[in-house]
């Protein structure tokens, strides 16, 4: 993926979870604002969410904070990686749970 097609698809994330809270993009930029960064406006969030303008690592984990997820889901990913390695430990305990259950009964 390159580098203009990155920025499209964490900016689509981004109106997406700002659609998502009931946000207007200058609400946003106002929440911004609040957490420190002073020089975001209602014109960066629509350049962001255009893919116009990249996301600079430290906005993304102020972004992340204020949306309540993890900075990894902002590149689209729905689940952060501790999430699968938590379902695939909960599907190897079940296994090994009805294993021991088969043992136990013979």
């Known amino acids: 993926m390159d580098a203009r097609a990155g920025n ?9 979870l700002r659609a998502q809270m009931g946000w207007s993009q200058s609400y946003l930029a106002r929440r911004m ?10 014109v960066t ?10 996301v600079l690592l430290h906005e993304a984990l102020a972004l992340a904070d204020l949306f309540g997820i993890d ?19 909960h599907d190897a305990i079940h296994v090994l749970t009805e294993e021991l259950k088969k043992r136990t009964l013979k």
């Open 71 to 89: 900075v990894t889901q902002l590149a689209g990913n729905q689940e952060p990686k501790a999430v699968h390695k938590a379902a695939g430990l």
């Open 33 to 42: 604002n609040e957490a420190g960064w002073t020089n975001f406006y209602q």
């Open 8 to 16: 499209i698809q964490v900016g689509a994330r981004i109106a997406d």
């Open 45 to 54: 969030v629509a350049r962001t969410e255009k893919g116009e303008r990249p």
